[in-house]
């Protein structure tokens, strides 16, 4: 058997696809017309059944948070995300599935897996926080690179990512997702350079027909304690002025952020991160 919405193989009696986390079976009739959900649709109207991936809500034990949603507007979740810790350090990672590629939603999740998943195992190896965020998003890319059957099939994602400690924070990205500085103190910094043309048109992205998946990276050492935010277009293209967000639970202002996102429009789908950067 396989999933009806991204062709993973699954396994019988699963409740949800492991791949593209769409639900399989167990469904509660459509919302819309009260027919029965068959292979992932409305065999009456052809609504698409809910998928898990619809709205995602993590929690560490750290504090770490993150949430994401489909928006009001797109029928998937292309989003995806990660958490991680390593040697004392929060992990994140957070994906934007290009959605004029084919199955984003594929290319994001293994992104965001892969990109968490090498950043454990590199800093565990002993290696700077900067040389593991390269290696990391390099490691990535091969897998997204790898999804196409061709330069015409060819997956495709952002990515930016995080290593936050009290001593030091570094993040790495391809493409216009972001991370921003939230200090307890003073106004929000901006870390990350959207990798985009003038026009808005995204320059880089990770996928088999990327130009050049080149990371880039910064790190700084925070000067007080506070939070670091990772989210992509779905949250900050709803956010004017500098973030303001500064809520004392991560979950919650996650939350908080989602809401936003949503009430002013919620047009994409919305993914942030937040990690509380203090000394413990
Ligand atoms: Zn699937
Ligand atoms: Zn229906």
């Not at 490691?139 to 990512?161: E, F, G, H, I, K």
């Not at 990327?210 to 910064?218: F, S």
């Not at 939070?227 to 202002?253: H, I, K, N, Q």
């Amino acid at each position: 058997m396989n999933c009806p919405a991204c062709a993973a193989p699954v396994l019988p009696g699963h409740a949800f696809c492991e791949q593209c986390g769409i639900r399989l079976e167990g469904l509660p009739p459509c919302t819309a017309c009260g027919g029965a959900f068959e292979e992932g649709y409305c065999a009456q109207c052809g609504r698409r059944a809910p998928a898990a991936s619809d709205h995602v809500e993590l929690v560490l034990d750290s504090g770490s948070a993150g949430a994401s949603d489909r928006g009001l507007r797109h029928t998937h979740n292309q989003d995806a995300m990660a958490l991680g810790e390593a040697e004392g350090l929060q992990l994140a990672v957070v994906c934007d599935g290009v959605t004029q590629s084919p199955r984003p939603e594929t290319a994001s999740t293994l992104a965001a897996q892969t990109g968490v998943t090498i950043l454990a195992e590199e800093l565990k190896a002993g290696s700077t926080q900067e040389s593991a965020t390269r290696a990391a998003c390099a490691r990535a890319a091969l897998a997204v690179a790898a999804l196409a059957t061709s330069l015409d099939d060819a997956p495709a994602c952002t990515y930016v990512s995080a290593v936050a400690g009290p001593d030091l924070v570094t993040v790495g990205w391809v493409g216009d997702s972001r991370a921003y500085w939230l200090p307890d103190d003073g106004p929000a910094v901006l870390l990350t350079d959207d990798d985009v043309a003038s026009a808005g048109v995204l320059t880089a992205w990770l996928g088999a027909d990327a130009r050049d998946a080149g990371c880039r990276a910064l790190s700084f050492v925070p000067d007080s304690p506070g939070l670091l935010m990772v989210c992509t277009d779905g949250l900050w293209g709803y956010l004017d002025e500098p973030v303001s967000f500064r809520a004392a639970v991560p979950l919650e202002g996650t939350r908080a952020l989602v809401e936003h996102a949503l009430a002013s429009g919620g047009r994409d789908n919305v993914t942030v991160v937040l990690i509380p950067v203090r000394r413990a």
